[in-house]
């Protein structure tokens, strides 16, 4: 199905594939609003009765949860009943939106993405981004003090993007363009002082001298009649260098790269006709890059990659959405989807199309690819066919002896190396391949993607000398090709690292202070299956690793514990002392996905199960790690460890055979 789409950006809305959702009365919408201005936290439902009423009605939690019930039905109509919501879910003591696709969201991405863009491309998407403005933010519920933060801070964002771009069309020697709609930007914002600066340096690289000086009188004049301030140093400056015909005022000219963008942009623009199919497979070209640039350009690419799909399916030519499909062959190195739903669309255009596809040798590229594609993009399952598509690529590959070909179907033989616990030599064996193919072959993308498994494996086998190396070497690649989005994993490493040793981080941080930079890096890059719940575990299992930390103490019931929260439930129960609760959470416990956490979860639910003496779920914890023996518990992500493996199953194994 469809994501749900929200709208802040004028008056609350929601919408699956462009139909608007049913949201009821202005209650039921106030209850979306307060959850969508807590950005994916819990607000708890006492919070939610103060929002929503000066006095509250004696029926108010009622009506809150009668509320919660009519969106949920509006948000999943298709659900079934019983079955848990994933949008608007039930978490502690509230309840919290767990939206993906909000146009506030959106434009603050897009705009942050536009400050890494050359100017051209900058002014292009920051016009896109500030397209999706319909109104003020919230725009029913401006008197509703709990969303007055949220309006102000979003408002100073439009404003500030506005100006952005007019800058961006400025060093883009697009000086004309910026003049209107910074005109209109001062008419209702005439205290921007750099807006002023703005037009005035416009108007003067247009060759309008004259007009520059009155608008710079004229922003005088409105300092000082309604404000009683004389002009900022900027504006001061500009105003002397215009008198002075200072060069120095002067558009720079473009480098040459992005002259050569440029112009290559426009002519493929006048001579590729708009209906090309060409069009697809230059836009997956770009798309490729645009994944790895960091910023939002991960979750950019990802968008536009479902629609060149769907387009390219729409012509009805196999051979064609093969090729779109197949040619999206970015590396992946964490084995959890950043984007379930999308996924599972991509996956069954992938087999649509080998199915359709013509059983001749000339398509075995093609099928190669689609195979790959379907093993990374079912990755943190067990999937039966997922692990035959990995290998059937892999045999493909090697047999038309492609050195790319081989590098993306061994990234899909990666991502299935995780239907069990202890298999970091496995990885440990893809990894190195990897970083020989790509070194011979010019691969420089999966050559990174090579150092980062044998980093993760290594730290996996307590081999921090040989992970150290393959860290470094990623880090100096990324460094030469433009890779932003490695340093999260490197920087990850070494927290893991640090919590492993009990070192100190370079300029004297500690464990936590380490993790928390991690979670920094993590807030912009478009990469939810890493960040999401991730921060609070690492934490968790450093706490646990040193077993200096009691489950009951080490756990945080105020943290956002993301996808990993099912595993959690149990020790939050106990730290709340609900044994009971505990103990029968942890009975119906599935096993942990099919990722590089998954022995780390097992260690967390052995902790509680130590703690309440439930010998069988030691018993399951025990057949679970045991073939991670002699390894580091988790460590295989290259994010966080819960310690050795032998730790636990020796503490696990007297627990099981005490009487």
Not at 411 to 438: I, K
Request: proline share 6%; aromatic share 4%; hydrophobic share 45%.
């Amino acid at each position: 199905m469809d994501q749900v789409a929200f709208g802040v950006l004028g008056p609350v809305t929601a919408e699956r594939a462009g139909l608007p959702l049913a949201l009821k009365g202005p209650r039921h919408r106030a209850v979306l609003a307060r959850l969508l201005v807590a950005r994916g936290r819990v607000v708890p439902v006492a919070r939610l009765v103060a929002d929503l009423w000066e006095e509250p009605p004696p029926a108010a939690v009622g009506t809150i949860r009668t509320f919660v019930g009519d969106l949920r039905r509006a948000l999943e109509p298709d659900r079934p009943p019983r079955t848990p919501a994933r949008l608007l879910v039930t978490d502690g003591p509230g309840y919290a939106l767990r939206a993906e696709k909000v146009d506030a969201w959106l434009f603050e991405q897009a705009v942050a993405a536009a400050v890494q863009e050359e100017p051209a491309r900058a002014a292009h998407r920051l016009r896109e981004a500030l397209e999706l403005w319909r109104g003020p933010a919230y725009a029913e519920f401006a008197d509703e003090q709990w969303c007055g933060g949220e309006r102000a801070r979003l408002t100073e964002l439009r404003l500030r993007a506005v100006e952005q771009r007019a800058g961006a069309l400025l060093a883009a020697d697009r000086a004309a363009e910026a003049v209107p709609d910074l005109d209109a930007h001062l008419t209702g914002h005439p205290w921007r002082e750099e807006a002023w600066r703005l037009l005035a340096l416009a108007l003067y690289r247009t060759g309008r001298q004259g007009d520059a000086l009155a608008v710079l009188r004229r922003a005088r004049a409105t300092f000082a009649d309604r404000l009683g301030l004389d002009p900022g140093r900027a504006l001061r400056r500009l105003e002397a260098g215009i008198l002075a015909q200072d060069p120095g005022l002067d558009a720079e000219p473009q480098t040459a790269a992005a002259r050569v963008w440029s112009q290559a942009a426009e002519a493929y623009d006048r001579n590729v006709a708009a209906g090309a199919t060409a069009r697809l497979e230059s836009t997956v070209g770009l798309l490729r890059t645009l994944a790895v640039t960091g910023s939002g350009g991960l979750a950019a690419a990802r968008e536009h990659r479902l629609a060149a799909i769907t387009a390219a399916e729409e012509t009805g030519d196999p051979e064609l959405t093969a090729r779109v499909i197949g040619a999206y062959d970015v590396p992946a190195i964490w084995p959890r989807s950043d984007d379930e739903p999308g996924a599972a669309r991509i996956v069954r255009a992938a087999e649509r199309a080998l199915v359709r596809l013509p059983a001749t040798p000339a398509q075995d590229p093609a099928r190669c690819r689609l195979l790959a594609t379907v093993a990374l993009e079912t990755r943190g399952t067990r999937s039966g066919r997922a692990v035959a598509a990995a290998a059937e690529a892999e045999r493909l590959a090697r047999r038309l002896d492609d050195p790319a070909l081989l590098a993306f179907a061994l990234n899909g033989v990666f991502m299935q190396s995780c239907t069990r616990t202890g298999l970091a030599p496995r990885r440990d064996t893809v990894g190195a391949e990897l970083v020989a193919l790509a070194a011979r072959h010019g691969l420089a993308t999966y050559e990174v993607l090579g150092h980062l498994i044998r980093t993760q494996a290594r730290a996996a086998l307590a081999d921090f000398a040989t992970a150290d190396a393959h860290a470094t070497a990623a880090d100096r690649l990324a460094d030469r090709h433009e890779l932003p989005l490695v340093r999260v994993f490197t920087q990850g490493y070494r927290a893991l690292r640090l919590a492993a040793t009990g070192g100190t981080a370079h300029g004297g941080g500690g464990t936590e202070a380490a993790y928390r930079e991690v979670g920094r890096l993590l807030d912009g890059p478009g990469m939810p299956g890493v960040r999401d719940g991730l921060l609070p575990l690492a934490l968790l299992c450093a706490r646990l690793a040193g077993r200096s930390y009691g489950i009951r103490d080490a756990v945080d019931p105020g943290a956002d514990w993301g996808p990993y929260l099912c595993w959690i439930r149990p020790a939050l129960a106990l730290a709340a002392d609900d044994e009971r609760a505990a103990r029968d959470g942890l009975r119906e416990l599935p096993e942990p996905p099919a990722d590089l956490v998954q022995e780390a979860l097992w260690c967390v639910m052995a902790a509680v199960a130590l703690e309440l003496g439930d010998r069988p779920t030691l018993r399951r914890c025990l057949t679970a790690l045991r073939p991670a023996a002699g390894q580091l518990a988790g460590a295989g992500s290259g994010l966080l460890t819960a310690g050795p493996v032998d730790d636990w199953l020796r503490a696990i194994g007297e627990a099981v055979v005490t009487p």
